[in-house]
């Protein structure tokens, strides 16, 4: 395994999150960092997906499922899974803006996040994992072809879903930007690196990603990941 490569400045952060540059799943947490104004505060790991380090001996003690992205902070306790360390991220001000703040608005941001990760985003990866080459000899020891066909089937279901929801709302879980977006903005950036089109007559979400695409914190991880690294 290769050195993983680290993004840093002269100062020592308290934040360090183990990604990959353009990652689909690493992007929503990048998002809600620029959201929160924390990504001067990060000290990013590189693991490289296409040399299969997040599946190594050494990154499986880091975390257990072999996945990316990874918050680790400076007491050394491990934060894993996107949804989980936006929930930690959004709190850290005690301003939360992507969970929301009544017990109705947590409540249907994490239902439409879920929905989000299981009928859209995940969907995309199993498809890109198993009808598709992946991530290469590296990682993809098994495939099966039919499910990750399925998968895709499954994934375009879900883009018709999420038309539905934006027709009659501006946001994902409603009147406001949340976790639930982030996550369904992953599935954008999943579905555009797999070539997986949205379909034509989902006007509204077509029309939700553009406005999407022109949030500050959007503008900020496409500026990153046309640079090929996190930070400076």
């Known amino acids: ?30 998002i809600a960092l620029a959201e929160k104004g924390l990504l001067p505060a990060v ?11 997040h599946k190594t001996p050494e990154f499986l003690e880091i975390n257990y499922s072999g996945t990316l992205p990874v918050l680790k902070l400076e007491d050394g306790t491990r ?10 991220l ?5 301003k939360p803006t992507l969970t929301g703040t009544t017990a109705v608005e947590k409540g ?6 879920k929905r989000a990760e299981i009928e859209f985003l995940d969907a995309v990866s199993v498809y890109f994992h198993h009808a598709t080459p992946g991530l290469g000899p590296y990682v993809e020891f098994y495939q099966n072809e039919e ?24 946001f994902v879980a409603g009147e406001s930007f949340s976790m639930a977006d982030i996550a ?8 555009a690196l797999v070539e997986l089109s949205v379909p034509e007559e989902c006007e509204a ?24 690294e996190p930070l400076g």
């Open 147 to 170: 499910w990750g066909l399925r998968m895709r089937d499954k994934a375009v279901r879900g883009m018709r879903y999420f038309n539905e929801v934006l027709m009659s709302r501006p």
């Open 184 to 191: 369904v903005i992953g599935g954008m950036i999943f579905s």
């Open 79 to 88: 934060i894993a899974e996107c949804t989980a360390i936006t929930q930690y």
């Open 108 to 113: 249907l941001i994490h239902m439409m996040t």
């Open 90 to 94: 959004d709190h850290l001000d005690s």
């Open 43 to 53: 000290d990013f790991v590189s693991i490289n997906l296409w040399k299969g380090e």
């Open 1 to 30: 395994m290769s050195t993983p490569h680290r993004h840093t400045d002269a100062r020592h952060s308290p934040l360090k999150i183990y990604d990959w540059y353009n990652g689909p799943y690493p992007a929503r947490v990048r």
């Open 205 to 228: 979400l077509r029309k939700w990603y553009a406005r999407m695409q022109k949030r500050p914190s959007l503008v900020a991880w496409a500026a990153m990941v046309e640079k090929g």
